[in-house]
């Protein structure tokens, strides 16, 4: 018998729940792929035709996190704040989303956001970050950096290194609520909006090439 | 003494980067490689490095010829390594970007007058001014959210967005409070900075300290300790919520003295809502050209708050300026801001009660009291230039108490003695056997300061009779 979509979409969600569950309860670490499928209902076999590993499971975890962080700044009062602001905005909601996350997001990190992953659009790595970066050129255009500058490969480039840092050392940030976080992802937004400001005002000898 | 300062500034390390010599050092080793991989904390990219501009390095460059020339006895080997932990303290305090603005003050003031003694260069240090970046509103909410459980918009009604003043280390914004529609000020602590400064301090003394300097050394540790103190003091907005609990049960309605009251439920150790006074900061009273009847009163007030304080509430408001008091449109004084305060106990109260009485009414008796006060040694005790100095000073701090009637305070020339009999118990340490007496000191200047400025004529004998009982 043919399993429909919908069943497909059903079993897929019963093992995002059991892996939330789960890597809460016991830790990423102790969470074995037995114990996920046994938690969703199904054979462990199942469970690799829809997550290869288990860092996918957290990957996906990450992603439901960072959609809901987007779908709150999407509510935010659009007029107000500077760049640097705006940004700050972006990841600083995102971190708090993904506090669930925290204790395997150093995982996902060293795997499918790693800077050696394949990030092919379509990989739940290349997905999370394309859609990051979808959203970061837009305030961007929104905020009338120099479209050339601003989308260029080095520049998003340079984003991304600067946001999966504070990721990583937010992962390990151990201060009360994480507040050297806040503090590094201050830094880092007004680093990377100076650098901005600097680069569009030479003569561009940047590509003006986005690269997925 | 004839400095120049731009051969003081060849003279700084060119690449502030530590020598070979360290090699044998391994807990500076050490200290170095974690400080070379440490986030700076705060302050933009292009202007982190605090000796960045030419004031910065004026001042930089002066700590170095210091420091040099109190080692310039030190024996070769004992040199270069003094000369490594010096690159090593420059290297630190290049990225105190917190303390950015102080250095450049100092740097502008030195670059102005290069000849200042060094005991002075080091009062000054010891009053270095921390200052936190601006907060955005969105870092802000986040802080917010951690501090008091909910975002600044749910938690108040109009919180404004715009800070409307500056704080020690945070800044301070219009609210008002949801169940009663009371207008309040919300006081938030950039994060983490209070840590931070306190490991950059650590960090500082344990590079400096093992240098093999002599001279006025003592002093330069001195004034760290009272700058991790008045962090201490200034980053506790608990402490501060405290101490404005214990101020605002001093006055009573008649003395014309506000204190804002703290509403708790609001308030952590890095955020604090109390009620919005309203008034004129000092400048900005005196542009309006205030009566000598305005300037007068608001300088009783001032004195009857400092007074109850300590008579009443045995609490010293330690650094006196400015920024404390709001001249309100109403006759009334807004006595805000007690980050930096200090409790007397009873041994201090009753040392304190010796010296006045002896001050004011039994002069023979007052060297054996600020003996006792002082805790000197038998071999201080000895010192007549001390003790003369000490009683000189008490003179001075007594005048307006003897005096009958409104003493005038606006008069130059008892401001300039108390300055300048300020100035050589600082730089002779005189004090300092009683740490407590060193904030007494800062406070009775800094009042008759706040007094001289405002122009006020005030009979301080008959406030102070009527407020000691």
């Known amino acids: ?212 | 003494m004839g400095l120049n300062v731009s051969e003081l500034i060849e003279a700084l390390p060119a690449d502030l980067e530590p020598t070979q010599s360290l090699a044998s050092d391994a807990s500076l080793q050490a200290m170095l490689q974690e400080l070379a991989h440490r986030p700076v904390p705060v302050g933009r990219f292009p202007r982190l490095w605090a000796l960045g501009t030419l004031q910065g390095k004026i001042a930089a460059a002066y700590l170095a010829w210091f420091l040099r020339s109190s080692y310039a006895s030190a024996e070769k080997k004992e040199e270069a390594l003094n000369e490594a932990h010096l690159k090593a303290a420059l290297k630190l305090l290049g990225t105190m970007g917190y303390l950015r603005g102080a250095i450049m003050k100092l740097g502008q003031v030195l670059g102005a007058y290069p000849d200042v003694a060094p005991e002075q260069f080091m009062e000054v240090l010891g009053r270095l001014h921390f200052e936190a970046p601006a907060m955005h509103f969105s870092l802000l909410r986040e802080n917010v959210r951690n501090e008091l459980g909910d975002d600044p918009e749910a938690l108040f009604a109009d919180f404004e967005t715009e800070a409307f003043a500056a704080a020690s280390l945070g800044q301070v914004h219009r609210a008002r409070l949801p169940e009663s529609n009371r207008a309040v000020a919300v006081k938030i602590q950039y994060p983490n900075i209070a840590r931070t400064i306190r490991q950059d301090l650590e960090n500082f003394k344990t590079i400096m300290f093992p240098m093999r300097l002599s001279g006025d050394w003592d002093n330069l540790r001195e004034q760290f300790t009272d700058m991790v103190t008045t962090l201490e003091m200034e980053t506790d907005y608990e402490q501060e919520a405290e101490n404005l609990r214990i101020a605002r049960l001093a006055f009573a309605e008649a003395d014309e003295i506000d204190v804002p009251r703290v509403y708790p439920e609001r308030s952590t150790r890095r955020v604090l809502t109390m009620d919005l006074i309203e008034g004129l900061h000092l400048d900005d009273f005196l542009a309006t050209n205030p009566s000598q009847e305005v300037r007068d009163r608001h300088g009783r007030q001032i004195l009857l708050a400092a007074m109850k304080l300590s008579y009443g509430s045995h609490l010293l408001h330690a650094d006196p300026h400015p920024g404390n008091y709001l001249f309100q449109r109403d006759g009334r004084l807004g006595y805000i801001d007690f980050g930096c305060c200090q409790r007397y106990t009873d041994q201090i109260v009753a040392y304190l009660e010796e010296v006045e009485e002896a001050m004011l009414r039994s002069p023979e008796r007052l060297r054996e009291a600020l003996i006792r006060a002082g805790d000197l040694t038998p071999k201080q005790q000895q010192d007549a230039a001390r003790l003369r100095l000490m009683e000189d000073w008490c003179d001075w701090v007594a005048e307006p108490l003897r005096y009958d009637g409104a003493f005038d305070f606006a008069a130059d020339s008892y401001l300039q003695r108390g300055i300048e009999l300020y100035g050589e118990l600082v730089r002779r340490r005189y004090f300092r056997s009683q740490p407590i007496n060193t904030w007494m000191t800062r406070q009775l200047l800094g009042v008759r300061l706040m007094l001289h400025r405002l122009g006020a004529r005030v009979n301080m004998k008959e406030i102070h009779e009527r407020v000691s009982g």
């Open chain 1, 1 to 212: 018998m043919r399993i429909t979509e919908s069943a497909k979409l059903e079993t897929q969600q019963r093992i995002v729940t059991a892996a939330r569950k789960l890597f809460v309860e016991k830790g990423f670490d102790a969470t074995t792929t037995r114990d996920l499928a046994a938690e969703a209902g199904i054979a462990t076999g199942t469970l690799f035709n829809y997550f290869p590993a288990k860092e996918a499971l957290a990957l996906e975890l990450m992603l439901e996190a960072a959609a809901a962080a987007r779908l709150e700044v999407a509510g935010r009062d659009a007029a107000s704040g500077g760049l640097a602001e705006k940004l700050f905005l972006l990841v600083a909601t995102e971190i708090r989303h993904l506090r669930p996350c925290r204790g395997f997001v150093k995982a996902v990190l060293e795997t499918s956001l790693s800077p050696f992953a394949s990030g092919e659009a379509e990989s739940p790595g290349g997905r999370y970050r394309r859609e990051h970066l979808q959203l970061l050129e837009r305030m961007l255009r929104e905020h009338g950096a120099e479209v050339a500058v601003a989308t260029s490969f080095i520049a998003l480039h340079l984003y991304w290194t600067l946001y999966i840092g504070v990721l990583a050392f937010w992962a390990e940030d151990d201060s009360p609520n994480q507040e050297e976080t806040l503090v590094a992802l201050d830094q880092a937004t007004r680093l990377f909006v100076d650098w901005l400001g600097s680069a569009g005002s030479q003569p561009s000898h940047l590509p003006g090439v986005v690269k997925e």
